[in-house]
């Protein structure tokens, strides 16, 4: 089997693995958005109570449009919770609202992962902007301008740098927010291992995204290898 025969087999897989991730996702939870928690607290009030618990006070809760759209942005120190999770009183709600809360405790413990990945988005944003073109052009003039697509190839690193920073930074939040659910009760013994099973299947889907940018650094490199020959 050559390389390029493998590349597309990795490809197709990964592509098999990210449906069946997003899909689990959405099924758990789905699932796990009927079965409530021990005290019935909203998703937002569950952000609340963690951030007091983690003596942060500089950072509003916001109800933020579409589904599964949370997010902590560190820029603004805003914890913006989709409508589910900011009124919903299940264990899904109470775990993504935990999990971004854990970033807003990363954030305010200077922990470094999430520093450094704070450190690239500027560089992310730009290499967005510019990548699809740079790569494009560089594969069609590859023959008579390889350093063009090793261009892109450079900008395209940093996207792949960043999705493989960004691995500690979600599993860490997510055991921050799980460490925090059981010992403020807030999920019961019995439903404790569905916040679990919750954000371990989100992890999943990082893990895809990244090992498919890698990939696709690797497919890039080849052409641009097989270029210069």
Not at 112 to 141: C, E, F, K, M
Not at 173 to 180: P, V
Request: proline share 3%.
């Amino acid at each position: 089997m050559d390389m390029n025969t493998l590349i597309w087999i990795l490809f197709g897989g990964l592509f098999i693995l990210s449906l069946i991730a997003s899909k689990s996702v959405e099924r758990k939870f789905k699932k796990y958005a009927k079965i409530p928690t021990t005290n019935n607290l909203r998703g937002c009030d569950v952000a609340a109570q963690m951030l007091q618990d983690n003596d942060i006070h500089n950072v509003t809760i916001r109800e933020v449009n579409g589904t599964l759209t949370d997010h902590y942005n560190p820029t603004n120190r805003t914890l913006n919770l989709s409508h589910d999770v900011y009124h919903g009183t299940s264990v899904a709600a109470a775990a993504v609202a935990a999990h971004e809360c854990g970033h807003a405790v990363q954030h305010a413990t200077a922990y470094s992962w999430l520093r450094l990945r704070s450190t690239l988005v500027p560089a992310v944003n730009l290499s967005n902007r510019l990548t699809p073109w740079v790569l494009l052009v560089g594969v069609l003039l590859v023959q008579k301008f390889p350093q063009l697509l090793l261009v892109g190839i450079a900008l395209f690193a940093i996207t792949t740098l960043f999705a493989f920073v960004t691995l500690p930074v979600e599993i860490n939040a997510s055991r921050r927010a799980l460490t925090w659910l059981d010992n403020r009760s807030i999920t019961a013994p019995n439903t404790h291992g569905y916040a679990v099973s919750a954000l371990r299947s989100a992890a999943y889907t990082y893990v895809i995204a990244a090992l498919t940018s890698l990939v696709t650094l690797v497919y890039y490199i080849m052409v641009y290898l097989g270029g210069r020959d």
